[in-house]
């Protein structure tokens, strides 16, 4: 199958426990005890967690869709598409169907955030319509008890 034609073969689905395993190229062990946490939250409807699989099985993209931080907004976030599958539509199509998922729950504005040294990711929320409205600090636990702290923009585009 040509590599363009790729995304088409991607079907988006609830995050599950059992697919931690298969995440691993999103991030390190630090970066899956968040995203294991964060399915509590998903049974209480605060968050969406979705994962792309491949006919196969095999998990290619991941991302998530926080309902709780502001009614109305939908704020996407932990975008990952492995990185030997990206250029090819597959996180147009994950952030499409987290777009989808927060209109469903009644959000009018969908929100994210990009570090500023990411001009590809960028380049392709500029794409899907999104505009800058601001910029932030982000942090996140990483290996080793320490933080990661950068600089990002702040994304919006209306749903």
Sequence with gaps: MPATDLDRFVAFRDLAPEDLADLSWSGGDTHLTEVAGQLGRSYAGEVVLLVGALPNGRLVAMGGLDLARQCGVGLLWMLAV???LQSLGIGRRLIGALEQRARDRGCRTARL?????NPRALALYRRLGYAEVGSTIESWPVAGGRTYVTACAVLERPL
């Design 82 to 84: 492995h990185e030997t």
């Design 113 to 117: 955030t990009v570090e500023h040294d």
